[in-house]
């Protein structure tokens, strides 16, 4: 058998080495402006999800003997809630004689089950009841759902629920700059 050989030789001179510099360094700008790019879009669909409306249900229960005013919560800071729909039964999902009055603000007790009349958004005169909404009923930060129950018969076991549209407030979107 022989023996077989190769020989390669290389010349790399200076201009051969600045070319090779030059291209890993293309490389390398390269690939920071692709994770650049990608950490901006992230960004970006971030901030566009935070602006999306949350959708979910507040539910509040009372066995109160003949009054009782239940607090659904308010809005964090920064953020608006539009009511969707407001809804009272019975547990057992028979007539009841309560009346429900909705209502939009502190929580200011004027007499058992009232708030203050002024903060009255809507009123079910019986149970069971559920309305929708469009918009009508919003409420900023700092303010709160209330639901004053008045006449409950003895006995009863009430349940409340409210559907939200949690938002971020107009604006919370923009950053202002005062000079």
């Known amino acids: ?17 600045g070319l090779i510099a030059d291209l890993l360094g293309k490389i390398h700008l390269g690939i920071n402006d692709v994770a650049t790019q990608m950490a901006k879009q992230y960004a970006e669909e971030q901030k566009r999800l935070a ?3 949350n959708y979910y249900t507040i539910s509040r ?18 953020r ?3 009511v969707r729909l407001l809804t009272g039964f019975s547990n057992d999902l028979t007539a009841n ?6 209502y939009v603000g502190q929580r200011i007790t004027t007499a058992a089950g009232v708030s203050i009349v ?16 469009s918009g009508e009923i919003q409420l900023q930060p700092n303010e709160h759902l209330l639901v004053g129950i008045t ?3 003895a006995s009863s076991n009430l349940v409340f629920n409210v559907a939200i549209e949690d938002n971020v407030l107009d604006d919370a979107l923009y950053s202002v ?3």
């Open 61 to 78: 229960q009372t066995q109160a003997a003949t009054a009782d005013l239940l607090d659904f919560g308010s809005p964090q800071n920064g």
């Open 1 to 17: 058998m022989s023996d077989l050989s190769a020989d390669v030789s290389l010349d790399i001179g200076a201009g051969n080495g």
């Open 97 to 102: 004689a309560s009346v429900a009055t909705w």
């Open 51 to 53: 602006g999306l409306p």
């Open 177 to 179: 700059a005062l000079s």
């Open 118 to 133: 002024t903060n009255a958004r809507w009123q079910f005169t019986s149970l069971p009841s559920m309305q929708k909404f």
């Open 151 to 153: 006449g409950i018969p």
């Open 80 to 82: 608006t809630w539009i």
